[in-house]
């Protein structure tokens, strides 16, 4: 079970200031806050200034309210909320709530923020905090010209029980004096410079809010809150002006010399001391330890992994992207910090206006989040802390490289898959080339065939459409080319025939040979005498089986048998010319005979080159299959001699 109650609040609060409920944590600013409180009994109006993150939000939330509090018969009203056209409205409504009405009567709802103070018996302490931001909100307007007259009334009128404090950063402090000087006498009288913390206050602040919780939460008997010693020392000199370095050396920042001297970041320390205590929360230790803090990386690896928490949400990749870019501008490549002004940031980012304002006021208006801040006169923006420079341009660094990462990998896959593409359709064109090519050597062959075996039929053909040529010469010359297409054939056959009988018989006599061949010698195999046979055995064996083989693979015979079909089939179609054109007187009863005659032997002589089936060869006449979609050649082409079309 967890030792740890819900009840048990954090004493540190991270980058944001204190308020005034933080006040028993609150500690390492007791001399200030009296300062501060003694300078507001008697001057109307007392400025207090410093640099952003100096903490004077939180000393005056903390520390300078609840002090007040304790006067009597006193009024204090804090206000910071100056962002909106709506703020002098929300501050007369808290003065109405704050500020108790005299008499018994109705007050009036019309009544403005300074009739309001008018009216009150009591003394009123008046903090107005951040007063730069309201200077650059409402730079002129006329609700700046309501506000300014009723702040100078208040400050200017004697018979008024009120003290004005005024909290702004020191950069405002020259526009607040141009703005105001006419209005209000010795504006800048009366004065306050918050100085950031020492080494000793630091410590208070480090390790007397534990002891509140003691106080409060501890009972008798149970583990108290404490921190080793060696962390509070090692924390502090890890959190001085300029001495944390982010990046390869994350977590090493050494005490210096004049340590006890150095100023401290406050907002830094309570960001290193807040993330240690919830480290130790989760881990249910009441005991703050210096291996705690090397296992999370050291302070500035808890800066780091705060910029990281604040950029993840938000969650656009287009004001990531912005971010990125204009982090570069702010943070100078040694690692300091430099005021841009928002019209160069626009520049830098390359980005629409409406999107980069849009960054910077989620990056400089939250103060649970916040990154940048921004200056006045001009408006310019710069890193929120010192030490946050470093870790701001850590992230920009490494989220360019990822982007730049990503971009590399998607134009390689881009690249990667356009040479794949590129490649299968390399592919598949080769692979329709080869196809065309293989048609187009398979449409050559076909012709060559056709060429060779019905040349002298085409010329004797186109020689019969010579009117000087007598009728009975042109039939005899049909006659004759026909007949050496019967005649190819016919050696075609002969020589397939001869092939396959010297091929089987040589074959069946190397058989015979080595069937008479005797055995050499006796060997004893497995419980049996067999005979062993001699290297000519062996040899004539192979032999006469290769001839055989032969015969088979090359089909021979079944050659011989399909030429002779041909021959017989064309031998027929020239007598059934002969006796149509033994009759035959004129031309022009010849020609269609001739062109008949043609077509058959072009149809038969084509089926055959394209491997028809037997059975088709011996049937009547035979139509000729398109030309473009020749089958696996099977004959050998003929070699020699006029053969018909």
Not at 315 to 323: E, H
Request: charged share 25%.
């Amino acid at each position: 079970m967890s030792i740890f109650s819900k009840a048990i609040p954090s004493p540190f609060v991270g980058l944001q200031p204190f308020r005034e409920t933080d006040q028993p944590y609150f500690f390492g600013r007791e001399r200030e806050i009296r300062i501060i409180s003694s300078s507001l009994l008697t001057p109307k109006l007392t400025v207090l200034y410093g640099p952003s993150g100096v903490g004077k939000s939180s000393i005056l939330q903390a520390g300078v309210m609840p002090h007040l509090r304790k006067q009597p018969e006193t009024v204090v009203l804090y206000f910071n909320e100056w962002q909106d056209d709506g703020f002098l409205e929300l501050l007369r409504s808290r003065s109405r709530a704050v500020i108790p009405k005299p008499s018994s009567s109705p007050r009036d709802e019309e009544m403005t923020f300074d009739e309001i103070v008018f009216e009150a018996g009591q003394r009123i302490y008046l903090l107005l905090d951040q007063f730069e931001e309201y200077l650059f909100y409402h730079a002129d307007s006329d609700l700046a010209e309501l506000f300014d007259t009723a702040l100078a009334r208040i400050v200017n009128a004697e018979d008024v029980k009120v003290q004005v404090l005024i909290g702004i950063r020191e950069d405002g402090l020259s526009q607040f004096d141009r703005r105001f000087s006419i209005r209000i006498a010795d504006l800048l009288a009366n004065t306050l410079a918050v100085a950031p913390l020492t080494w000793e206050q630091a410590r208070d602040a480090a390790e007397k809010p534990l002891n509140v919780l003691n106080d409060k939460y501890v009972k008798a008997g149970e583990e108290r809150f404490e921190a080793e010693p060696t962390l509070i020392e090692r924390i502090l000199s890890e959190v001085q002006y300029g001495v944390v370095e982010v990046g390869g050396d994350v977590g090493r920042g050494m005490k210096s010399k004049s340590a006890e001297n150095s100023h401290i970041e406050a907002p830094f320390l309570q960001l290193v001391l807040t993330r240690i205590w919830n480290q130790e929360r989760a881990n249910d230790s009441r005991k703050l330890h210096v291996k705690t803090l090397q296992e999370i990386g050291g302070s500035a690896k808890i800066l780091t992994t705060y910029v990281q928490e604040i950029m993840d949400e938000l969650g656009s990749d287009k004001q990531l992207a912005i971010a990125a870019k204009i982090f570069r501008y702010l943070v100078t490549p040694s690692g300091s910090k430099i005021a841009q002004s928002t019209e160069d940031l626009i520049a830098y980012s390359d980005a629409p206006k409406s999107d980069v304002s849009k960054l910077l006021k989620s990056l400089s208006e939250r103060q649970e989040a916040r990154i940048l801040r921004r200056l006045a006169s001009p408006e310019r923006y710069e890193v929120y802390h010192d030490v946050l420079a470093r870790a701001v341009l850590e992230w920009s660094s490494h989220y360019l490289l990822k982007a730049e990462q990503a971009e590399e990998k998607a134009r390689r896959d881009e690249e990667l898959a356009r040479r794949e593409h590129e490649l299968e359709q390399t592919k598949k064109l080769a692979e329709e080339q080869r196809l065309r090519l293989e048609l187009q050597r398979k449409n050559e062959e076909l012709l060559k065939a056709r060429e060779l075996g019905g040349y002298s039929l085409q010329a004797v053909v186109g020689a019969a459409a010579d009117d000087a040529t007598p009728v009975e010469e042109v039939g005899q010359r049909v006659k004759a080319a026909a007949m050496d297409s019967v005649t190819f054939y016919i050696r075609k056959k002969l020589v397939a025939e001869k092939s396959s009988l010297l091929l089987r018989g040589v074959g069946v006599f190397f058989l015979i040979i080595a069937a008479v061949l005797p055995g050499e010698s006796l060997v004893f195999v497995g419980g049996k005498d067999l005979l062993k046979m001699s290297i000519e055995f062996y040899v004539c064996l192979a032999a006469g089986a290769a001839c055989l083989t032969i015969d088979r693979v090359l089909a021979l015979a079944e050659r011989a048998k399909r030429y002779s079909l041909v021959a017989s089939e064309l031998n027929r179609v020239v007598n059934s010319f002969n006796l149509n054109s033994a009759a035959v007187t004129t031309r022009s009863q010849l020609l269609p005979l001739i062109r008949e005659l043609q077509s058959e032997v072009e149809s038969i002589v084509q089926r055959e080159t394209l491997g028809a089936p037997a059975a088709e060869l011996s049937v009547g006449r035979i139509h000729a299959a398109p030309m473009t979609s020749p089958q696996p050649y099977e004959g050998e082409p003929p070699q020699a001699g006029p053969v018909s079309g």
